[in-house]
């Protein structure tokens, strides 16, 4: 680590810092800190002005740029004029920052996978376990287990349903579920009310938001009777939540989940952000991450792979 | 309407007449909704909230107040998968979930009654405080369950009905009996009513409170296992909230913040009314935005009729 | 060495000094007195003996042994009850659970409901008391609550009782219960406290008298032989008073409140009465008489469901306080604690609340005139306190009656003046002072009209009597009329006719 | 100690001592925070809750409560991007913020008052309510500003200090005036401390708990534009759990939640305590899960502090 390494100051700003994922992130920024040898500073902001204290907050420690997931993207001009204000270098990660327009800021270096990509590639998941498992579409229910409140989590959701629907599932078979938080209790309240309603269906898929949400309909089904070989449920994350799922001895309707590599939205954004200010080496303005299925049988592997444990 | 109807609805029990009616009508309007499959989901989706009543409704018929519920909740079923991973023993497991609670809760009310610190605020920061214990102690993760006797606890059922709900009824009965027919129950009323006169009166009131809030926590370590075996995992966000639901469901029961009043009858009412609503919506698959709207109206309503009655009946 | 002994008692509050040095000892099987102006410190010295207070210095002994309590609780245990001078009652329990609270008879902790019943039921009765247990307090009137706090006296054996004041709020009728009650104690050879400023009861009733002023012991006497009213009056207020009443003939001019055939909700028969410009009319009546109903619905506190009020001639609506005061007619309630006091607040607050909006521009509140008003009625009314910002809640119970009718004279503008229970809880020496206003008042033109329950007292200042009884106005006196028998008659529920009182 | 020192540190405005000395304290042990960036920094950040707990300093002063307040100032902070972008006009949408912002609070003043319904019900019911609305207005998705002019109501500055903190102390004197000195004010507190009395006093109580809410909602609106002025953009789901923070700020500076009891001074220092608090520890970089901790702690002992204070001042 150079001498000029000791007084570089890096913000790491997540929307949700509770969550495993972010976390991750987290885990891995820190790793980076650790091998170059500047200080890493983690803050949680929920909400919008929650962010803008948070940047004031590096501004104020002499920082010099800070990577951020960002709890709307819609705070992007904000963003940038506080950052500016500061003069910090701004990085985002997951989540894209969009002008007024609804138009992504193409000059603010950005690394991540978009939502909609993440449902896709589970709505592409479920389509390929309903093959295998020999489902006819049509007598097949599909619970969406939604949390419009957050627009991340409608992204993902169409994300899942636009597949679906291209491979021919049938629109009206798709019910809501609406959770009125996103844990997984008011995921298996709601998915449980969808599959009575639906007494006669046999055969269900589930997908939402998160692992969680995805769990809480696999509980539902559980709950009224509905065999493990009756549900497919893939769920996205990849972290706890899921392993617990594929650790139980005997399989669950849970059949997979979406894994993002925490390790490279962490390790590499800090990384480029250390090199910006450091080096004076910017990053690309746009690095797209790949989500990787991982089911019960595989998913160490895919963890290993990623560069996760 | 005849004076033996009017009777009815204006005594004691015409909140419970006016949920009767209420429930009939959603049943007649609402499809797929008075099925037996959907009564036991509609039941099992307030168990959490109904069994964190009973004692809320002490809380509040003390004057006291109790924000950390959901926090005792969600660090209860941590405690509890952890703890029966750990020994390998479901029971050591619940024992300590239940003795985590109690301590919280106890905790609790040593800092409202001794230190006579506000309610709001001294359970406002156990709720942080026992939040971030439930983080720390899995490091912000969902903890899996690894015996799957665990998960019987929710799923295995007595007379076609899952345990849950037989937990939840059973305790009902319990804190009802409580309520009106003990001396804790009467003091703890009478500390409501005028909590000068029963400390005047001989009344022990910090010792009542501090078990007022000693018997909540216990209570959120069984709904935490509950919940726990439910969604077979320890998981240190749920019960996010739970609070509120909590507390409107037993206003709603016509408990009054201001003390000195409540009925196990009328709790039991404001938990089922919101359960409904929820399970209703659903049904009618309402957008979620517009969810909110309807709850908000269902609330208002439920507790304006509650009061047009006893304005009826005369008191203030 | 007495039965029971206080010895040396000091107790301090912030800024007062509520008891200096308070030494005298009681017999057995005696009523002791304790008597001496509002703020003497009475109730405090009744608060240490009940363990709910602690002494900074001296001790209590009783039967020889000193007593130390940590809580109310342990007073009980030690056979001492006390019945405070503010009412002490759950309003949503029952008579019964009320009697029983503390105390409730149960097996593992389950009350025994019938053998509750049964044992205040018993008790209730010995005491001459009728109430239906089964009632919530929040159902009683004032008086009837009273009589349920007295009750408590009989509820378990003690040796020492003490009653702070229990008759303010009773009329006589009720009080010829509670004097039974106390002869028959007597009798069992407790020792009885009481504290009261009517002074003929204390010499119907005591043995022994002690007068306290200013916290310290004024004089004791050991019996009441050969001890004069105008001694003790003299013991207590510092100098002699002649006649408390000191009644002044006045001319009525024309009427300013004319009520006609007002009705309400707990007040089912209209009543029709007026009051005219420097007159003093009186209302007597026992307890739910419905006097206080009456007011209330004059002053528009409570819904009217018929008839009519007019303030000169100007009929007016008086759907809410807010408009009765701005019509002219103000409202001094009986129920000081409820209705009155604006706890938390300081007294200046107090006084102010309702004739600061004489004083006020855009909203905006004149300080100078706060603080005059507040001064002003604070000495006229010679209120015992620290400083003008005491919270209300730590004064003493006469003391706060005190400001609660400043802070109602203290209003300009007024035609109409209704205090119901004016004197609850005052002592002799602010009650001249008090009856001087009203006088002062009328003089001035203002009709007043005086809701009392004790009858020498409407007798002695009014000119004009109107009794009530069952909700209903049974007879009207003019001054030359009254006479004790005609209005306690008059207001005993079964009775001949009005009239054959008038003439 | 000596009596002058007791004497400042019991009276009114021992809080305040406490604060400064609390205050002190942080500036020498945390490094970077008595910068004046930091200062600016810190000030912006309790902005929002420092206006909202101008009026509900007033709402619990006479013993009501606002649970409403994280919506409103919401949807506020929606109708104005949403308004100014519709008509061009920003002063336009500010009115239309202000407006909504006062009719949901009269509508829960006048819910409150005259159908004398709960006020926790109500305003947990308009808080849904409202959140809906805000919700629904732009199908869940942040709405951004058009005109840049708008950005500048929380970028400008006067003096070196940014308009948000002007407005935050303009309002704070005004309602610290309005509380002391004027009739309003102390009929708030009389209502608090005695409603039935208050109201056999003349004051017309009715009336004043409108006007309450009233003022709340205007209050909350114009938060809700500085909020959005900030974040350059409505946000439906902004402030949720506004209310909470805002609440214990106010009983934090000494606001009894029975009524009656209010001061300007305390309010501030309350806000500020819960403002430097999440400052510092994000400058000592407290890991997330031990702020929940260390949070809940603060305020215990905040409170606790004042309450030896008011004890050893011999006040129950
Ligand atoms: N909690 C308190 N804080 C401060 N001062 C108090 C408190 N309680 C009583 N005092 C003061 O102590 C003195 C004695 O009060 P106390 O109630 O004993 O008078 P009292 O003799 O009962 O008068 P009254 O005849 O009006 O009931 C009064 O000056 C009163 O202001
Ligand atoms: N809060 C109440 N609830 C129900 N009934 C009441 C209430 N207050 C009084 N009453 C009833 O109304 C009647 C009138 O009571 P009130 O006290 O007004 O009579 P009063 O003549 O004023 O006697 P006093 O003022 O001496 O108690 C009584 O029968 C009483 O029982
Ligand atoms: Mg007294
Ligand atoms: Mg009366």
């Not at chain 1, 904000?78 to 920052?97: E, F, S």
């Not at chain 2, 230190?115 to 903890?143: C, E, K, P, W, Y």
């Not at chain 2, 609070?243 to 201001?258: M, N």
Request: with cysteine.
């Amino acid at each position: 680590a150079s001498a000029y390494a000791q007084d570089t100051k890096i913000g790491f700003i997540v929307k949700q810092p509770e969550e495993p994922w972010f976390q991750d992130e987290w885990k891995f920024a820190d790793q980076a800190a650790k091998e170059k040898g500047f200080t890493l500073v983690k803050i949680g902001a929920e909400d919008g002005e929650k962010l803008m204290s948070a940047i004031d907050n590096l501004g104020a420690q002499g920082a010099q740029g800070f990577v951020v997931c960002t709890p709307d993207v819609k705070l992007g001009p904000g963003i940038v004029a506080k950052a500016a204000a500061n003069n910090l270098k701004l990085m985002t990660v997951d989540d894209r920052l969009v002008g007024a327009d609804g138009k992504p800021l193409e000059d603010v270096p950005h690394m991540g996978i978009s939502a909609t990509k993440i449902g896709e590639a589970v709505g592409q998941a479920i389509i390929d376990q309903m093959k295998a498992r020999g489902w006819k579409m049509d007598e097949v229910g599909a619970i969406r287990v939604s949390y419009d409140q957050l627009p991340t989590a409608v992204d993902r959701v169409e994300g899942a349903i636009s597949v679906l629907k291209a491979a021919g599932f049938k629109a009206e078979n798709i019910f809501d579920a609406p959770q009125a938080k996103t844990d997984t209790e008011a995921a298996l309240n709601a998915a449980t009310v969808v599959l009575n309603a639906h007494a006669d269906i046999k055969k269900w898929i589930a997908f939402g938001l998160n692992d969680e949400a995805v769990l809480g309909a696999v509980r539902a089904s559980e709950s009224v009777g509905i065999p493990a070989d009756g549900m497919i449920g893939v769920g996205i994350g990849g972290a706890e939540s899921a392993i617990n799922e594929f650790k139980k001895p005997t399989a669950t309707g849970f059949v997979g989940t979406v894994i993002i590599s925490p390790k490279r939205h962490g390790y590499e954004t800090a990384l480029n952000m250390y090199d910006w200010i450091a080096n004076n080496k910017e990053p690309a303005k746009l690095t797209l991450t790949a989500g990787a299925l991982a089911k019960r049988d595989d998913y160490q592997k895919v963890r290993k792979d990623l560069g996760i444990e | 309407m005849t004076d033996r109807l009017k009777k009815i609805l204006l005594g004691e029990q015409g909140l419970v007449v006016i949920f009767i009616v209420a429930f009939a009508l959603v049943s007649l309007l609402v499809p797929n909704f008075l099925t037996d499959r959907n009564m036991l989901g509609l039941l099992q989706s307030v168990v959490t909230v109904g069994i964190v009543a009973c004692t809320m409704m002490f809380c509040l018929a003390a004057r006291d107040f109790d924000l950390s519920v959901g926090s005792i909740v969600a660090f209860a079923g941590m405690v509890a998968v952890m703890a029966s991973n750990y020994t390998g023993s479901i029971l050591l497991g619940l024992i300590a979930a239940i003795a985590c609670g109690a301590v919280v809760g106890w905790v609790n009310g040593v800092v409202i009654a001794k230190f006579r610190i506000n309610a709001l605020i001294t359970t406002l920061a156990t709720m942080q405080i026992v939040r971030g214990f439930a983080l720390i102690s899995s490091d912000g993760r969902a903890v899996g369950i690894n015996s799957p006797d665990f998960y019987q606890l929710a799923l295995s059922k007595l007379l076609g009905i899952p345990t849950p709900i037989w937990v939840l009824a059973v305790l009902f009965a319990i804190f009802g009996f409580v309520l009106n027919s003990t001396v804790f129950g009467k003091n703890t009323l009478a500390i409501g009513g005028n909590p000068e006169a029963s400390r005047l009166a001989g009344v022990n009131v910090d010792r009542t409170r501090i078990w007022i809030f000693t018997l909540q926590g216990v209570v959120c370590g069984i709904a935490g296992i509950l919940l726990a075996s439910r969604i077979t995992s320890g998981q240190p966000n749920a019960a996010v909230g739970l609070e509120l639901s909590v507390i409107s469901a037993c206003v709603l029961g016509g408990v009054s913040l201001a003390g000195g009043r409540a009925t196990m009858s009328g709790v039991i009412v404001g938990v089922l009314i919101m359960g409904i609503a929820e399970n209703a919506m659903n049904l009618l698959n309402i957008p979620a935005f517009y969810q909110y709207i309807v709850r908000g109206v269902i609330l208002l309503l439920a507790v304006l009729l509650d009061n047009l009655r006893s304005s009826a009946l005369g008191r203030r | 060495m007495s039965f029971l002994e206080f010895s040396n008692i000091t107790k301090t509050y912030p800024g007062v000094r509520a008891l200096s040095d308070v030494s005298f000892g009681v017999e057995k099987g005696a009523v002791h007195g304790l008597m001496g102006e509002n703020g003497a410190g009475k109730s405090t010295l009744i608060k240490i003996l009940s363990g709910d207070q602690h002494a900074h210095a001296g001790a209590i002994s009783i039967d020889g042994k000193v007593q130390a309590y940590a809580s109310t609780r342990n007073a009980f245990d030690n056979g001492v009850i006390v019945i405070h001078q503010e009412l002490q009652l759950v309003p949503e329990l029952t008579v019964a659970e009320n009697l029983s609270l503390g105390r409730f008879p149960a097996s593992a902790g389950v009350i025994a409901r019938r053998r509750m019943l049964d044992d205040v039921g018993a008790k209730l009765k010995s005491a001459g008391i009728d109430i239906d247990m089964r009632r919530k307090v929040k159902t009683l009137s004032i008086g009837e609550r009273q009589m349920v706090e007295i009750a408590k006296a009989v509820m378990l054996d003690a040796r020492v009782i003490a009653l702070d004041e229990p008759t303010s709020s009773l009329s006589s009728r009720e009080s010829e219960i509670l004097f039974a009650l106390i002869d028959r104690l007597r009798g069992e050879g407790k020792v009885i406290i009481y504290v009261s400023h009517r002074l003929d009861e204390v010499f119907r009733l005591c043995d022994s008298l002690t007068v306290l002023r200013d916290g310290k012991l004024a004089a004791h006497h050991a019996s009441l032989e050969g001890v004069t009213r105008d001694q003790v009056v003299a013991e207590m207020v510092g100098r002699e008073i002649s006649d408390i009443w000191g009644f002044r003939p006045r001319r009525a001019g024309e009427i300013r409140l004319k009520v006609d055939s007002l009705s309400g909700a707990r007040l089912p028969t209209p009543a029709s009465f007026e009051a005219r410009a420097g007159e003093i009319v009186g209302f007597f009546g026992l307890i739910g008489a419905g006097r206080s109903e009456l007011m209330r619905l004059v002053f528009g506190a409570d819904p009217r469901s018929g008839g009519a009020i007019a303030v000169d001639g100007k009929a007016i609506a008086a759907a809410s306080p807010h408009d009765a005061i701005r019509a002219g007619i103000v409202l001094c309630s009986e129920d000081r604690k409820h209705d009155g006091i604006i706890q938390g607040r300081s007294i200046e607050e107090n006084i102010n609340i309702s004739s600061r909006r004489h004083h006020t521009r855009f909203g905006v509140l004149s300080r100078a005139s706060e603080i005059a008003t507040a001064e002003t009625f604070i000495k006229k009314l010679k209120v015992r306190t620290p400083s003008r910002r005491q919270d209300i809640v730590n004064l003493s119970g006469g003391n706060q009656q005190k400001v609660i009718l400043g802070r109602w004279l203290s209003e300009q503008g007024i035609g109409v003046l209704i205090v119901d229970e004016p004197t609850r809880g005052i002592d002799v020496g602010a009650k001249s002072e008090i009856y001087e206003l009203l006088y002062q008042l009328a003089e001035d033109g203002m009709a007043i009209v005086v809701v009392s329950s004790e009858l020498p007292e409407v007798m002695g200042i009014c000119d004009r009597i109107l009794v009530m009884c069952g909700g209903r106005i049974s007879a009207e006196l003019t001054r030359d009329q009254f006479a004790e028998k005609a209005i306690l008659a008059a207001a005993l529920p079964d009775k001949k006719t009005p009239d054959a009182i008038a003439s």
